[in-house]
């Protein structure tokens, strides 16, 4: 699924759009090496972490998409740095849980089609 | 002044310790007796360009001072017809041979005198001292320490591999990083452009991404624990790639209790950066072909990575 079907099935807010790849699965967790050790190359990754380092492992791990969880902005910086990496940041104000359950129906459910 | 200018000299005190007096006075003294006149003096400080002369009786003792303000205060009363002995200063302060640098600052600090004679146990003048031939020989000093860094350095750069036994030439590594340990924002930046200057080598991507996960571990750890400076390097050889993050900082106390995961030291500010998970360590060691920790207390860590290149 791309990015931009799924920003047409879930209101998200859009901080930076970057390249329309493909999201082959989601991934939740605001540890930094644990996301290192357990996302996959395609996840969305869902997280309440807002610094310079999300950037760095979203390259790290090929995570096209960013998604902030509880709502809030990134700095002037980090925006610039994902628009440089090409990694879309998206944000919601809905939690991790209740964006995880979302993603997954919708993702799943595409891949079952 | 006195006080700060010795606390400064303390932190260097174990280089200097064994100076004397003796090894850093000037041995060739211009002197006079005491019967020379005052006008003798002058002329001796205006052609040798010094601005006091020892005055020794004939043992050569050191019986007297006399400086140029000495001079300056006989023009002005007219006196410089008379004998030295009529305005030299008699009661000298001088620097023992064996007085040792701290002692002999400390002197210039208290008197503020420009030079000192320096006697035997005996006051036998053996020489004199100033401020310039302080200078020279602190300098001559660091002057040594810096030939012996340098051999040390090229030592230190003609390295081996800990895993493999290769040579690697540091200075001629193909990939170097300084990482930025002021700012934990931008940790795991080295790793990042380590692993886009591997595929623009046109390393195959999934091993870029391995050798970017492992060093983005030790880059975090270097930036958040280490407390020193660090660097990443990256040597690629036929058959693998060797990369190496080290730094000069606290070192690991525990190496046992590092590898485990779950195991942190992070204080609760980093872990609520998300980092300090317990898993830098296991994650190098799964990301990696080969891993050894070098690490002391103290002594800074040396981590090195193995990544084998598939073969074509």
């Known amino acids: 699924m791309k990015i931009k079907d799924i920003l047409n099935e879930m209101k998200l807010e859009v901080l930076n759009i970057g390249k329309d790849s493909e999201i082959r699965g989601g991934y939740s967790s605001d540890l930094l090496s644990n996301v290192m050790a357990n996302a996959k190359e395609g996840d969305i990754w869902i997280t309440v972490q807002k610094h310079m380092n999300i950037i760095a492992v979203a390259q790290l791990k090929k995570i096209p998409a960013i998604l902030i969880a509880n709502g809030g902005t990134l700095s002037e910086e980090v925006l610039k740095k994902a628009k440089e990496e090409g990694i879309t ?24 089609l | 002044m006195s006080i700060e200018l010795s606390c400064k000299l303390s932190k260097y005190a174990h280089i200097f310790e064994d100076l004397k007096a003796e090894d850093i006075m000037t041995k060739q003294v211009s002197t006079l007796t005491a019967d020379k006149k005052i006008s003798q003096a002058k002329e001796m400080m205006k052609i040798k360009k010094i601005s006091g002369i020892p005055i020794v009786n004939d043992e050569n003792k050191l019986i007297g001072i006399i400086s140029i303000e000495d001079i300056i205060k006989a023009l002005e009363t007219g006196e410089m017809e008379e004998k030295i ?25 208290m008197y503020k005198f420009g030079r000192f004679p320096v006697v035997d146990e005996k006051n036998f003048l053996c020489g004199i001292l100033t401020k310039v031939d302080i200078l020279h020989k602190i300098l001559d000093k660091f002057n040594l320490i810096y030939l012996h860094d340098k051999k040390r350095n090229s030592i230190l750069n003609q390295d081996l591999s800990l895993i493999t036994g290769e040579k690697l030439d540091i200075k001629k590594a193909e990939f170097k990083h300084q990482i930025d340990t002021t700012d934990i924002s931008r940790a795991g930046e080295g790793a990042a452009i380590l692993k886009s200057f591997l595929i623009n080598k046109g390393i195959d991507s999934e091993i870029a991404r391995k050798v970017g996960i492992a060093v983005y571990e030790a880059e975090t750890n270097v930036v958040i624990h280490s407390k020193g400076e660090g660097e990443i390097l990256c040597f690629i050889k036929k058959d693998k790639i060797i990369v190496r993050v080290i730094d000069n900082g606290i070192g690991i106390e525990n190496l046992d209790q590092a590898m485990k995961e779950g195991f942190s030291t992070a204080p609760d500010y980093i872990r609520e950066l998300g980092f300090g998970a317990g898993m830098g360590i296991p994650n190098m060691k799964r990301f990696a072909d080969k891993l050894v920790i070098l690490s002391e207390k103290n002594s800074g860590t040396q981590v090195e990575f193995v990544f084998f290149l598939k073969d074509k």
Do not use: H
Request: aromatic share 6%; hydrophobic share 35%; charged share 30%.
């Open chain 2, 85 to 109: 002995e009529k305005i030299m200063t008699k009661e000298v302060i001088s620097l023992k041979k064996e007085d040792n640098l701290p002692s002999i600052i400390q002197k210039f600090e």
């Open chain 1, 89 to 112: 940041i998206l944000s919601s104000k809905e939690g991790t849980f209740e964006l995880s359950g979302k993603l997954y129906n919708l993702l799943i459910k595409n891949q079952a």
